[in-house]
């Protein structure tokens, strides 16, 4: 961006929402740092190769897609305390998961349609995020925890991370909103449901992860990043972290 050279993205596997972002997530001493890069002016996704790619780069796709139900909701904590919102990003964000819960059966099957809808989802959270101007519309509490679980063990998949804290954070936030609707949603069943169906990793197990890592960056996430989520409102300490991992079966 600082040389003012165009950049087409030509992703070849659909791992993260980055292939249409103009935010960089680089690693400096061990933690995240997201900086400002070029918004891609075009962005060239060959389905064939793309559904080709290993499987679990594609449910990471997924499980990043469906981080963007919980950014959102903590990103509604951000606005009752006056920070800046867009409902048009916001609508984009949860666009994105929709078209993800709707395709993921073919998703699961690699078809044209499936593959396809994936990189439609990715780039029109992408486009949520240069909409805004940063990643507040795709990130929330549930990357916070996958940032921390780096600092951890620097060994994860970014997207399948996401998709566990995205589980993990839905469930929390729905045992202490204040809204009825959100108590009462079951969200947290419908991104783990859509998870698996996809072939994403739902437990700790099964994303190669040591859950005593896991419960500690629950417990870490919070810290890693001057964003206001439900861990600003709620946060966890190791007893509690355990016994919401048990709850979703997750650890």
């Known amino acids: 961006s600082q040389l003012g050279i165009p950049f087409v993205s030509v992703p070849t596997a659909p791992s993260h929402d980055g292939i249409a972002s103009f935010i960089a997530s680089i690693r400096e001493n061990g933690r995240h740092k997201s900086i ?10 060959d389905t064939n190769i793309i559904a080709r790619a290993p499987p679990r780069l594609i449910g990471a796709g997924c499980g990043d897609i469906m981080a963007k139900v ?44 499936g593959i396809n809808d994936l990189i439609l989802a990715l780039i029109t959270s ?42 993990l954070m839905a469930y929390w936030q729905e045992r202490n909103s204040k809204d009825s609707q959100v108590r009462s949603s079951g969200v947290w069943t419908r991104i783990r449901d859509t998870l698996k169906a996809v072939g994403a990793p739902t437990t700790f197990k099964a994303a190669g992860i040591d859950p005593q890592l896991g419960f500690q960056a629950l417990v870490d996430a919070r810290s890693v990043r001057d964003r206001y989520t439900i861990l600003n409102e709620h946060p966890l300490d190791l007893a509690t972290a355990q016994r919401i991992c048990a709850a979703t079966g997750v650890a």
């Open 126 to 167: 992408g486009a949520s995020i240069s909409l805004f101007g940063s990643s507040r519309p795709a990130s929330g509490s549930e990357h916070m925890f996958s940032h921390a679980l780096d600092a951890l063990s620097a060994k994860g998949i970014h997207g399948e991370q996401c998709g566990l804290g995205a589980i």
């Open 70 to 113: 919980t950014a959102v909701r903590d990103w509604k904590l951000g606005r009752a305390r006056g920070e800046p919102y867009s409902e048009t990003a916001a609508g984009f964000s949860m666009l994105a998961t929709k078209i993800i819960v709707d395709s993921a059966p073919e998703i699961a099957k690699r078809s044209e349609h």
């Open 36 to 45: 400002n890069a070029a918004v891609p002016v075009a962005v060239i996704a």
